[in-house]
């Protein structure tokens, strides 16, 4: 648990403190043996054995002395055992990173922002609930088509993780694109003095990591740090997210939507079950899209990228042919077909804004039955109960046939996706699944030819 909370040690008690039987919260998550997970396993193991060394020297001498005090002792050491490994394994972890880590960082960070603040590449940054893996592969086949682009990979959006992409790079890069990651107020202010952005992308603002933040409205000011840093430098704006939205001037030319953005205007869209395609004109410029991504709400991100490579100098041949090769990324609307099923993993999406369009997407392709499959948000909040009674009423919507099927995950969100699908009368058939691994593991099984089935959210083992 502790390395599925990436060793952050107020998440770790967090959960060790909710976790009604721990003996059953690892049902999917394995460890993974870095150096650090063996010491922290080598310390573990040590403790059980001093513990239980003590235990036996304690029932020892309660057999061959007088007091019922031994045997009491014995007793409380090996009930304590599991609270006793839980917490001291904190006290090793709290001091690497006091005495190794966080100097060792410090010194990483310090180098990356010498090399970013000389490194003569445009820099784009990105921030939001969520969005920004999507926004970033966008750009990055887009811009790469016309010229050299390094994006940060994967979720590496935290200061330590940009700075060890930083140490990647050659200098010869004409543009940089980079993931900003928020988890507490602050944060965004911190990784823009970091890589100095020269634009920026702000993608939405959702309920997404509410435990931390409590309220939306400090969401929505940590991610406008991007704003507020950047000035009168250019910010393009996700003009369909309300709070977005709300925030940004409604004369923005940089707010973007499917309509366009900036003068682009959108036409002609076809939303298929294996592309999205449509036509962006602005004055005498025409560029037909054609891209690999699922869903209507691709297609401002897209019209965005358009508009940005168009002012970095790409031509339409050079745009069209970089948004040919944007596709599905890992675990995000990807397709697969399984016995004459299309079942599309949606599982790294974490947002109701996510679970909106992924059923837009659902209910607009054709289908012989529709089956949606989800364990529930993280993160929500406060808003937990709201949220999902709410995405149950977008189920709902878009599952409108008595051959359609729901099914959940058991946990403590199910209740609220239930009442959600009740409240707005659901018209197909809802399983609850109790074993998740298993359920996944034999999806085959379940599918059959002509199903569409949208697999959503994930809930890991560190939220049971």
């Not at 042919?321 to 890992?330: M, S």
């Not at 289908?367 to 709902?396: D, M």
Request: charged share 20%; aromatic share 6%.
């Amino acid at each position: 648990m502790l390395q599925a909370t990436e060793y952050d040690l107020g998440d770790y008690l967090a959960w060790f403190h909710r976790a009604p039987n721990i003996a059953h919260v690892e049902r999917r998550g394995h460890l993974v043996l870095t150096a650090k997970a063996r010491l922290l396993l080598g310390l573990a193991w040590f403790i059980v054995a001093t513990s239980l060394v003590s235990a036996l020297g304690a029932a020892l001498r309660g057999l061959t002395g007088s007091g019922l005090a031994w045997f009491l002792l014995t007793a409380a050491i090996l009930a304590l055992l599991p609270l006793l490994a839980a917490y001291l394994l904190a006290i090793p972890l709290w001091l690497g990173e006091q005495i190794v880590q966080k100097p060792r960082a410090k010194a990483i960070i310090a180098r990356a922002a010498t090399t970013l603040a000389n490194h003569p590449a445009r820099r784009i940054a990105i921030a939001g609930s969520y969005g920004k893996t999507t926004a970033k592969e966008i750009l990055l086949s887009v811009l790469s088509a016309g010229r050299t682009v390094a994006a940060t990979p994967g979720n590496m959006n935290t200061p330590l993780g940009i700075s060890r992409f930083a140490s990647r790079l050659t200098g010869k890069e004409d543009i940089l694109i980079l993931e900003l990651g928020e988890y507490y107020p602050g944060d965004i202010r911190e990784l823009c003095e970091l890589t100095k952005p020269h634009l920026g992308v702000i993608t939405g603002i959702n309920e997404a990591h509410l435990s931390k933040f409590k309220t939306l409205e400090a969401t929505t000011a940590t991610i406008f740090e991007l704003a507020d840093y950047l000035g009168e430098a250019p910010v393009y704006k996700n003009g369909e997210n309300a709070l977005v939205a709300a925030r940004a001037r409604s004369d923005d030319p940089l707010l973007y939507t499917r309509a366009g953005v900036n003068g682009w205007k959108v036409s002609a869209i076809e939303i298929a079950i294996d592309h999205t395609s449509f036509t962006a004109r602005r004055g005498s410029t025409t560029i037909r899209a054609r891209s690999g991504l699922l869903g209507a709400h691709n297609l401002g991100p897209l019209v965005a990228a358009i508009d940005i490579a168009t002012e970095l100098g790409l031509t339409p041949t050079q745009i069209e042919a970089g948004l040919a090769d944007t596709k599905p990324y890992e675990h995000r609307m990807q397709p697969r077909l399984q016995h004459g099923a299309t079942i599309v993993d949606d599982t790294y999406n974490g947002n109701v804004d996510g679970v909106r369009a992924g059923l837009d997407w659902l209910a607009a392709v054709p289908a012989t039955r529709r089956v949606y499959i989800t364990p529930g948000l993280v993160e929500q909040g406060n808003r937990t109960a709201q949220v999902h009674e709410a995405i149950g009423g977008l189920i709902a919507a878009a599952l409108t046939s008595p051959t359609d099927l729901v099914v959940l995950m058991r946990n403590t969100t199910t209740p609220h996706v239930e009442k959600g699908l009740q409240e707005a009368k659901f018209a197909g058939r809802l399983q609850i699944v109790d074993d998740p691994l298993k359920f996944y593991s034999n999806l085959e099984q379940f599918v059959a030819a002509g199903d569409v089935v949208l697999m959503q959210n994930d809930w890991t083992d560190n939220y049971s």
